[in-house]
């Protein structure tokens, strides 16, 4: 008896559609949010995490809304975010039915909202979204949706973070992001054992093999992917068949 | 069936709702005195803080009429937080006093697994448990939490193992709790849900 570990299709979206593209950019249509998460609802997702990646101040009621009708779909747990600068922000998210709401951007800009969101939603609703680029001998963190370098080293803010309320770190290998060639375990190792609260990795999922990897070598405790799922490239029951077998404690289903 | 959600400003009150929906049972939600005296069935939804949660019921006046309904026999299903707040009190909150339907305390959970104990896990079934009817011995179950009642005498019919050994659900009388989240715990977890419903309407 131990925690699985979990498998998080992602629904990045423009705020009412999925969209995809690599590296962050060269975006194009992949369906409709609530489609997508009934059918992993029902596939074997463990969470669903819904992105709103253009977090534009004009469209948050569409997003909210997306967030409501995602929500409506599922009976397993929902993470959102995209934009979430405030207190105020965090509520709207998790009122529209989010169990839990990621950050990134604000929080490098304003640390201390982990900690209020912390206190006022518990720590176990506050993810830190991290987008990590290697940069000489470390990751560096980039915000803005990958396009605004930092200078900030990926694993300090990490442990940062988490000193600061966050309940859970999802990190992005941006090199990896879109390319299916597998997750960057170096990083999500570093992140996971720079901190103790659970790590989801993001970015270059392919093959069963690659989410073995991340769970062995990476030591991840939840991977997270989008395109592999969304084009059925990859069957979820399939997937945790895999690491079922190969020794990976998963939530088998169906 | 008059069943009534507990509201008092817990995130996770709409998707209770919906889980209770997809299984086709109408609820309402209790936020006075008056709505709880007229219920005959009651769920104690609750993220967040231990500290905040009883501030919030006793703010609304809603602390007296829930030991009352447990009193009267009302069944009564706590989820996650309210589970720890059916205890006397919580490391979270040092000052603050809990509903007390079990005297123990709700501690935090040692740091040697990582914590928040975040995700699905398995149950250790060491008393026979209404809630668990049904449901496979290997079912996994949706877990979001760092505190944790580690004793809860006879009641406790189901522990997790994470970092410690606690109560996974507890079951006494009318009084049931999971420190799971049955609404987030896919179609096991509508199983729970739907054998709480049944045992209050075989109660009333």
């Known amino acids: 008896m131990s925690l699985a570990h979990r498998i998080i299709p992602c629904l990045d979206t423009d705020g009412s559609r999925v969209v995809k593209g690599v590296n962050f950019v060269n975006l194009r249509d992949a369906g409709d949010p609530a489609a997508l998460a009934a059918r992993y609802n029902v596939e074997g997702a463990d969470e669903l995490v819904v992105l709103d990646i253009a977090a534009s101040r004009d469209h948050r009621p569409t997003f909210l809304e997306t967030i409501r009708r995602v929500a409506a779909e599922l009976a397993i747990p929902l993470t959102a975010g995209g934009g979430v600068n405030t207190l105020e922000d965090g509520r709207a998210i998790l009122r529209a039915g989010a169990d839990k709401l990621t950050v990134n951007t604000a929080a490098i800009r304003n640390p201390e909202l982990l900690t209020v969101l912390a206190a006022e939603f518990g720590s176990q609703a506050v993810v830190l979204a991290i987008d990590a680029k290697r940069v000489g001998d470390h990751w560096e963190a980039f915000v803005r949706g990958g396009s605004v370098a930092t200078g900030i080293d990926a694993v300090d803010w990490a442990r940062q973070g988490v000193e600061r309320g966050a309940g859970e770190i999802l990190i992005t290998s941006m090199d990896k992001d879109g390319t299916r060639s597998g997750f960057d375990c170096a990083l999500t190792s570093a992140i996971s054992r720079a901190v103790t609260v659970p790590v989801i990795a993001s970015g270059g999922a392919d093959k069963p093999e690659t989410f073995l990897e991340v769970f062995r070598e990476g030591c991840a405790d939840a991977a997270l992917a989008a395109s592999i799922f969304h084009d059925s490239i990859q069957g979820l029951g399939e997937l945790k068949r895999f690491l079922g077998e190969q020794g990976i404690s998963v939530r088998q289903t169906g | ?204």
């Open chain 2, 1 to 204: 069936m008059n069943i009534a959600l507990v509201e008092y400003g817990a995130g996770n009150l709409p998707s209770v709702e919906r889980a209770l929906a997809r299984l086709g049972v109408a609820s309402q939600r209790a936020s006075s005195p008056e709505a709880l005296a007229s219920c005959d069935t009651l769920i104690l939804p609750g993220v967040g803080h231990f500290g905040a949660l009883m501030r919030s019921l006793g703010e609304r006046s809603l602390v007296g009429p829930l030991r009352d309904a447990v009193a009267r026999g009302v069944p009564l299903l706590g989820i996650c937080l309210g589970l720890q707040a059916m205890f006397a009190t919580s490391d979270e909150a040092s000052g603050d006093a809990g509903l007390t339907l079990f005297p123990q305390n709700v501690s935090a959970l040692p740091p040697t697994d990582r914590l928040p104990h975040m995700g699905w896990n398995q149950l250790r079934r060491v008393r026979p448990s209404k809630l668990l009817e049904r449901v496979p011995q290997d079912a996994y179950f949706y877990f979001a939490h760092s505190y944790a009642a580690l004793d809860a005498g006879d009641a406790g019919v189901a522990f997790c193992d994470h970092s410690a050994s606690f109560v996974a659900v507890l079951e006494r009388g009318n009084v049931f709790a999971t420190q799971f989240h049955p609404e987030k715990s896919g179609p096991v977890g509508a199983q729970v849900l739907s054998n709480f419903v049944k045992f209050a309407g075989e109660k009333r």
